[in-house]
């Protein structure tokens, strides 16, 4: 199986930028899948982006222009660059993964999940 961590999250103002990290180990990457997720409280978990190994990039109409997800396979990370971030985007981030073949409507059933990492923005 493969672990991933996050990190990068924090405590920033509306505006401000946050670059997260999802850092895997166990195993490589490989051909997986990987997608970020993110939890406020009181709201289910909601898709951010993903990337496949092929450079696929997904993402969501609420990050458009703001969000932007990226792959560094030497160090074996996963990023979730954030700019202009706002009140709203606060919430605890995953990054999830999977070798399977799915689409990214059914990447919620990622089989591998971190542990997040929390992002609040002030006004």
């Known amino acids: 199986q493969v672990q991933l961590v996050e990190s990068g999250g924090g405590l920033v103002q509306a505006g401000d930028s946050l670059r997260l990290s999802c850092e895997a180990s166990g195993r490589s990457f490989d051909a997986y899948t990987v997608a970020w997720f993110r939890q406020a409280p009181g709201n289910g978990r909601q898709f951010v982006a993903g990337i496949t190994w092929e450079n696929r990039m997904y993402g969501v109409d609420s990050g458009k222009g703001r969000f932007t997800v990226s792959r560094d396979n030497y160090k074996n990370t996963v990023y979730l660059q954030m700019n202009s971030l706002k009140p709203e985007d606060t919430a605890v981030y995953y990054c999830?993964?999977?070798?399977?073949?799915?689409?990214?409507?059914?990447?919620?059933?990622?089989?591998?999940w971190g542990q997040g990492t929390q992002v609040t923005v002030s006004s």
């Open positions: 999830a993964a999977t070798q399977r073949i799915i689409g990214p409507t059914l990447w919620a059933q990622c089989d591998y």
